[in-house]
């Protein structure tokens, strides 16, 4: 566990330019945008395109925000790549820059591979990034990656290198997973992180570490609030107006919708770029979504 | 099409050294032990733990063989990547060295897709390229990218860069996919191979240009010669000889089990290696392997 690293954080969303480059002076500013609304930076997750950037590309941003004086300790960087060799030039990148914590996939590629195969694979990237400051955060998103961060997996890398292995980010979508990891992972300092918002107070009450969002681009604010005050009476209520949010953006490709909010509340159309294979919203799909977003009293302040 | 790429070509298995750095030594030795038995190099394949290698390996290893006076033209690299700049880059390298073709995966970390998102990936890719020489190879294999090269993609990749898509590499293990492959595309000029030797014979008579196959590393004389006399009156007994080696191979995870083959015939244990998320077989597999081959009367002379 990190001390930094808890409460709610967003897989950064990559912003582009017209020749499908990472814009940089839109990045800082919408990862300071985020900072200010107590919400940490999982930069290079799904949600950010990170495995649509290559490696050079990856370590450029991550020295951009450095150097743009954001603070390397609210960052989780996801470096968890195909070839170990990417994934150990990453993470060791990430953790010369000061990150407090990486995200990491398994290798996703190849599919069903073992355990075995996958402790060893961790073990590598540990050994030799070989710096007693590496925290990893498992990232278990079977419905991606295809290939899962199994209970078992997590009791082995635990055992064997217990300082490193600092927590979890589930997002598997099954809560019953999320809560087997609360009971057993949790006491031990490894902290668990929900994919969602949508499981953030149900995380928080087992004992979690908070949640690690898409959606945390464009409503910051509130399921930061929620993280802080999920003790309160009015916690479920808080909940609920969290998800009506979510459900808005769930209906569509969440990256380009995403995107198209920030495009839209922030009147910079330059936001809307995807990287191929991904493609933007219709003119259609942006209708709907500010629509749909419109009863739920949807607003990103400060854009 | 390209004439210097048909018949057989294997993914070739890629030799990892003590520290699980790619041996460039023993793999121009066997990429040259495949040529002389006729086989080509669709070298960075699914087999060749092509996305377990980072791209600045693959490069330094594509150099190596070309370096080594190993044939560009009967060269077919897999160059597909996760990011849009990676497969540019190493693209653009194989491209600038002379290789005949690539073979490209398309982006495979996000699932579900559309063929607008595919369709502008291989558009960028051809387009940032740039080159009247590039040849593209579509490599579809959903058992492990889980993103399709479906034929409508096909038909407007083929409408868009008539000169430049060049064939596919059906690894559906989808018999009537291949079919309608060879049935819409092949007399076009676009040449089908198939995924498997397994299908070599069905392939070759439906007009396709061959396969590309894993076995292909260790059976290549065989392999090749059925595809140079698959209208011989002795063709089907040459297929069946065909499927009994390659019946054994995948009773086993097959790259582990092509590495374990070469390391016992070639008597060089070295070859054995495997990088993480892959692992080795155990003794007893290997036991296994070697006793079942037995029978089928293999061996890889030369080696």
């Not at 057993?184 to 953030?200: M, T």
């Not at 198209?260 to 003119?283: C, E, F, K, M, Q």
Request: include cysteine; charged fraction near 20%; proline fraction near 7%.
């Amino acid at each position: 566990m990190s001390t930094t690293l808890r409460g709610v954080l967003s897989p950064v969303v990559t912003p582009f330019d017209t020749d499908l480059q990472p814009d940089v002076a839109r990045f800082v500013r919408h990862c300071r945008w985020l900072l200010e609304r107590d919400v940490g930076l999982a930069v290079f997750g799904t949600n950010s395109e990170g495995n649509s950037l290559a490696v050079r590309e990856k370590i450029a941003l991550l020295e951009a925000l450095v150097a743009a004086g954001l603070p390397p300790a609210r960052m989780m960087p996801g470096t968890g790549c195909c070839a170990l060799t990417d994934t150990v030039d990453l993470t060791r990148r990430a953790v010369a820059l000061g990150c407090a914590g990486v995200l990491m996939l398994p290798p996703f590629y190849y599919k069903g591979v073992s355990d075995d195969g996958l402790f060893a694979s961790y073990s590598e990237v540990i050994q030799r990034v070989g710096d007693a400051r590496l925290r990893i955060y498992l990232y278990h998103i079977p419905p991606v990656s295809q290939v899962s961060i199994t209970l078992p997996l997590i009791e082995r890398l635990l055992a064997a290198y217990p300082g490193t292995i600092a927590g979890v980010k589930d997002s598997s979508g099954d809560m019953a997973n999320t809560r087997a990891m609360l009971e057993r992972f949790q006491p031990r300092g490894f902290d668990v992180f929900a994919g969602s918002e949508n499981y953030l107070l149900a995380t928080l009450r087992g004992g979690g570490a908070g949640c690690i969002s898409a959606t945390a681009n464009v409503n910051p604010a509130a399921i930061a609030e929620l993280a802080r005050t999920w003790q309160a009476s009015d916690a479920d209520a808080k909940q609920a107006a969290l998800d009506a949010v979510r459900a808005v953006f769930q209906k569509l490709p969440m990256i380009p919708a995403l995107k198209a909010a920030i495009a839209h509340y922030g009147r910079d159309d330059g936001w809307a770029t995807v990287r191929p294979p991904l493609v933007p919203l219709t003119a259609e799909q942006r209708a709907g979504l500010f629509a749909a977003l419109q009863p739920t009293g949807f607003a990103m302040p400060g854009l």
